[in-house]
């Protein structure tokens, strides 16, 4: 019988970008190391439909052609989601905790003028690297 405890999940977020809705998506790898379980490529962001239900956790999956393929599925309501779920908010609270990470704030992403800046000075950086 397998078993998972609710302590032994843990996650990292490895990458965050922009989307096409210019809100900030965070890429976040969940494991589960007592039983060999890693999950890489979970978002979380901002859902474009419902902005104001907050931050979004959907398992990975790559889209061929027109088509979406989910490399691991469960049922949104199981407990295993709800684990997957809070290990992935809990380390996007963490990575957006530590100013080093150059998130965008909300008023960046609401002004054109302050993105288009932010945008430009992130260029420079990584050109000047």
Same mark, same amino acid.
């Given at each position: #019988?397998?078993? $998972?405890?609710? %302590? &032994?999940? +843990?996650? &990292?977020?490895?990458? /965050?970008?922009?989307?096409? /809705? %210019?809100?900030?998506?965070?890429?976040?790898?969940?494991?589960? *190391? %007592? !039983?060999?379980?890693? $999950? @890489?490529? !979970?978002?979380?962001? $901002? @859902? *474009?439909? /419902?902005? &104001?239900?907050?931050?979004?956790?959907?398992?990975?999956?790559?889209?061929?052609?027109?088509?979406?393929?989910?490399?691991? &599925?469960? @049922?949104?309501?199981? *407990?295993?989601?709800?684990?997957? +779920? =809070? =290990?992935?908010?809990?380390? !996007?609270?963490?990575?957006?905790?530590?100013?080093?990470?150059? $998130?965008?704030?909300?008023?960046? #992403? %609401?002004?054109?003028?302050?993105?288009?800046?932010? #945008?430009? +000075?992130?260029?420079?950086? !990584?050109?000047? +690297?």
């Amino acid at each position: #019988m397998l078993v $998972i405890d609710d %302590n &032994e999940a +843990e996650a &990292e977020v490895y990458k /965050h970008d922009l989307t096409k /809705h %210019n809100t900030v998506r965070y890429l976040v790898k969940v494991s589960f *190391p %007592n !039983v060999g379980l890693y $999950i @890489s490529g !979970v978002t979380v962001q $901002i @859902s *474009p439909l /419902h902005p &104001e239900e907050g931050l979004w956790v959907q398992l990975p999956a790559t889209r061929s052609g027109t088509r979406w393929y989910k490399p691991f &599925e469960t @049922s949104k309501d199981s *407990p295993f989601f709800k684990l997957v +779920e =809070a =290990a992935a908010l809990k380390a !996007v609270d963490v990575y957006t905790a530590d100013p080093t990470n150059d $998130i965008p704030s909300d008023d960046v #992403m %609401n002004d054109p003028v302050a993105f288009d800046k932010y #945008m430009s +000075e992130g260029l420079d950086k !990584v050109m000047n +690297e």
